[in-house]
């Protein structure tokens, strides 16, 4: 069976053993959580990079998805799980839809800056609006799933189990994604754009497509994110936070869809103890990794698991 | 009208002020093809240089009036240092490689150099407002301005006049622009790129440390002050025509009249008026008002 | 006669340089067209121009009777006109299997979506997998040992017959090829040109290539275009044109053995 292949089983694999390891150790559960939704952001930029772009403005639609959830939940009392990611999704989508037509055009490093322009903007309007708390944000019911409230004694593996399928599926169809011809693009366009117009194709168009796809992976991500925190202020838009899921995308490795999860989870670990211990080190820690991954090991710690596994 | 003029002198002082802290990025990406995120970090820098050198002069007794010097002096040691450091320390290894790569780089040099600051400075503010005000003030149509902002505009003409000059008349200037304009045919022309690099970076390092050195006296120096300016000198830049050195002083002015206009009239659309105009520029000119030719691939 | 391909007036400035001036050429179908000329004569200003790459000028574009000028490249590609390039366009990350499933990819998405009604079969055999038509088509090429490598370690000839084969992908009705054989040996060209014209012609394919080698241009052109300095100053039977006074002055210049053995050739068929 080849690598490909394997993926989904190893996925399911995964699945399953978290699930059941999870109760045992619940202190992990917040963390591992919030991981997850984070890696899910990471996703959408593993989705980029392999197109050949980096987005320095995830953090638009990260924050765009949870304020949509946040708000209708706010105004109209829905804390429907599903009602509150298919907003967030929504919103997002129609964003990323328009701002594509202006970003689908750019690469490098316009198409890094510009994203995070957008994002900026996002994080301008938001501090100006007291209804949504300006720079405070407000905070975020807890979901409900078919009525009965994710909170309580079990809300924490409630929220974390939901969050497991949730990356599961996305990821498992991810996975699928990059196996038709549509995904297979990715790489083409990254490696040689003139190739793929002359044998027909819009590279316009489908960078496009993949924009909103990684903006609605990021809107995802965020309103997870507002549902296991509880929180949500405009720090979420701040371009120094799609830095942070820029630097996990890297970390990582673009090798495998499940390669964001692995880091994300690696960096909210890491960021929770080196912050707890040097608060005012931790940037510079996490530019040093940076560097050093980008010097020795570029294609990310994913491509360090594959070369231990080959030995 | 009074109002109209209030919002045009506003918009230039601020213009003078975005006109500073740009160009240095626009040099550094014309010439080297880098987009130096690490460029708000030695704003700060240089804010808090000038804050400590003018700061620790004032207190000693020394002539307040020369502490407009010391500002100039200490953004330009910062430049000194931070600027090889960064381009032969770390840089130089990374040339040639994709410019995305190099963005990140400069990302990381970002993270690091916030938290130095934070180690050599702590986390407290540092005020150092002599030079602020004392030059007083003038009256100009009705409204009252600190001779400081004057002095503000004065610097950035004077900058925008030097680098100007430098560029078209002297020798070193001349090869800089050859460097801008095509890469590979100035190195086969055996101009010594790599020197062009270095003294390129740490121009570009001291511009930026120089903005934020003039700064310093109208605001509190804090941890994180340079994490905005980033944005906002991509934006001028961008508008201008990454590159470009009238470019970056056309978007300088554009964006200062037009966040002049928006804190007169609407200050909630303040930051967002400013990437409007640059998402509208971008509509119709795709690579900013004043972009370089297109190059056929195959 | 209604001819695959036309052009009428075809210019192309730059500025005050004259790439290309007042080409006209009518296109039969199934005909072998070689395209020479210097550097700088204009033959890949020409393709770049059919193919949608550059904008002409002054001039149109007929594509089976139908005015191609304004169209992109991807455009005409659907439409049937597919080329090669002078510098392999390849995915280099990617192995030469992939390269190629990436293309039928594009293909086959296009064909599902097509509004012209061409839906093309893969390879003999339609609604084949798009991974055994990729394989498919390495054999033709010979091409097979390569599958696994990617195309930025592939060797110069390998690399140039991958691009003709990634051309061939979207079963194209016109193929334009720029300069197949430069860069490959001696000992490979005609190899390397027998593989491609046979693919081509068994796909039905009406070739136009560019090329400097007049023993290439003599073996497989039926017709030559010559170019100078952006305008065609012949235009006939390759033999003729071979041999004709001023092809000889401006076109194929030094070199009187390969000249007059190019001649031979064309005679002998």
């Known amino acids: ?311 | 009208m009074s109002h109209l003029l209030a919002v045009v002198v506003d918009g230039v002082i601020y213009s003078s002020w975005l006109f500073i802290i740009a160009v240095g990025l626009t040099l550094t990406y014309g010439v080297m093809n880098i987009l130096n995120m690490a460029h708000g970090s030695l704003y700060a820098l240089g804010a808090y240089a000038a804050a400590s050198f003018a700061g620790y002069w004032i207190a000693q007794g020394h002539a307040p009036m020369a502490s407009y010097g010391i500002l100039v002096l200490a953004a330009a040691i910062v430049g000194v240092i931070a600027g090889p450091l960064i381009e032969r320390g770390l840089l130089r290894f990374m040339y040639g490689r994709d410019e995305i790569l190099l963005l990140l780089v400069t990302y990381a040099v970002f993270l690091i150099l916030e938290d130095v600051i934070k180690l050599i400075w702590g986390v407290d503010p540092y005020f150092i407002s002599e030079p602020y005000g004392l030059l007083g003030s003038v009256d100009f149509a009705g409204l009252t301005y600190p001779v400081y902002n004057v002095l503000l505009v004065a610097v950035c003409l004077i900058v925008g006049a030097v680098l100007a000059w430098i560029l078209r008349y002297t020798r070193q200037g001349k090869l800089l622009l050859a460097v801008i304009h095509d890469r590979e045919m100035s190195q086969a022309m055996g101009i010594d790129v790599g020197r062009m690099y270095l003294v390129t970076f740490t121009a570009g390092a001291a511009l930026a440390a120089l903005g934020g050195a003039l700064t310093a006296p109208t605001v509190s120096v804090v941890p994180g002050m340079g994490v905005e300016v980033i944005v906002l000198a991509f934006a001028v830049v961008v508008i201008g025509g990454l590159g470009s050195l009238p470019g970056a002083a056309l978007g300088a002015l554009i964006v200062g009249l037009v966040r002049s206009a928006a804190v007169h009239y609407m200050p909630e659309v303040e930051l967002f008026s400013i990437y409007l105009v640059m998402a509208l520029v971008l509509v119709f000119r795709p690579k900013g008002l004043f972009a370089g030719a297109e190059v056929r691939k195959i | 006669m209604s001819y695959i391909l036309e052009t009428r007036g075809l210019t192309r400035t730059f500025g005050a340089v004259t790439a290309a001036a007042d080409i006209s050429v009518a296109v039969e179908r199934d005909s072998v067209i070689g395209l020479i000329g210097t550097n700088g004569a204009g033959k890949t200003t020409f393709v770049n121009m059919v193919t949608g790459y550059l904008k002409p000028t002054a001039g149109t574009i007929w594509f089976k009777g139908q005015d191609i000028t304004p169209l992109h490249p991807r455009q005409i590609t659907r439409r049937g006109i597919s080329r090669s390039f002078q510098i392999p366009q390849l995915y280099g990350s990617l192995t030469a299997l992939e390269n190629l499933v990436v293309a039928f990819g594009i293909v086959l998405r296009n064909a599902k979506a097509s509004p012209f009604g061409r839906v093309p079969k893969l390879v003999p055999g339609h609604g084949m997998p798009l991974r055994e038509a990729a394989e498919a088509m390495l054999d033709r090429f010979g091409l097979s040992e390569f599958r696994d490598k990617p195309a930025s370690v592939l060797p110069g000839g390998v690399r140039k017959l991958l691009d003709i084969a990634m051309a061939l992908t979207v079963k194209p009705e016109v193929l334009m090829l720029d300069e197949p054989t430069s860069g490959v040996s001696s000992e490979e060209k005609f190899a390397i040109m027998d593989r491609v014209m046979r693919a081509a012609r068994a796909e039905g394919a009406t070739v136009l290539f560019v090329e400097h080698d007049m023993e290439i241009v003599s073996r497989y052109a039926q017709r030559v275009l010559a170019f100078y300095d952006g305008r065609i100053i012949a235009d006939g039977e390759t033999a003729s044109v071979l041999a004709d006074e001023e092809v000889r002055r401006y076109v194929i210049g030094g070199g009187g053995r390969q000249v007059e053995q190019g001649v031979a050739h064309a005679q002998d068929r």
């Open chain 1, 1 to 311: 069976m080849t690598a490909e292949n394997r993926t989904p089983l190893l996925l399911l694999a995964a699945l399953v053993v978290v699930l059941v390891i999870a109760p045992v150790f619940p202190q992990w559960q917040f963390l591992a959580t919030l991981a997850l939704a984070k890696g899910m952001t990471v996703l959408g930029l593993l989705l980029l990079l392999r197109t050949g772009l980096v987005s320095f403005g995830q953090g638009l639609y990260y924050c765009l998805g949870a304020y949509a959830a946040g708000t209708v939940g706010l105004h109209w009392g829905v804390t429907d799980v599903f009602v509150l990611l298919l907003v967030a999704a929504a919103v997002s989508a129609v964003v990323a839809v328009l701002l594509g037509f202006l970003l689908a055009g750019y690469r490098g490093i316009f198409f890094a800056m510009l994203s995070l322009a957008f994002s900026m903007i996002l994080y301008g309007l938001l501090v100006k609006v007291s209804a949504l708390g300006s720079t405070d944000g407000f905070n975020v019911a807890p979901p409900t799933f078919f009525g009965r409230e994710i909170a309580g004694k079990d809300s924490q593996y409630g929220m974390f189990a939901l969050t497991c399928v949730i990356v599961f599926l996305t990821t498992l169809a991810m996975h699928r994604y990059f196996q038709t011809p549509l995904g297979r693009l990715s790489p083409a366009i990254r490696d040689n754009e003139i190739r793929v117009e002359y044998l027909g194709a819009s590279v316009r168009g489908a960078v496009h497509v993949k924009y909103v796809i990684a903006g609605v992976l990021a809107g995802i991500g965020g309103v997870l994110t507002a549902m296991t925190v509880g929180h949500i202020d405009p720090e979420m838009a701040y371009w120094t936070t799609s830095g942070e899921f820029v630097f996990v995308a890297i970390l990582s490795g673009t090798g495998n869809v499940a390669a964001p999860f692995v880091g994300a989870f690696i960096f909210e670990l890491i960021r929770t103890y080196a912050y707890q211990y040097s608060p005012n080190t931790w940037q510079m820690a996490l530019g040093a990794a940076m560097l050093l991954t980008i010097l020795f090991l570029p294609a990310g710690l994913w491509s360090l698991y594959e070369r231990l596994r080959k030995v």
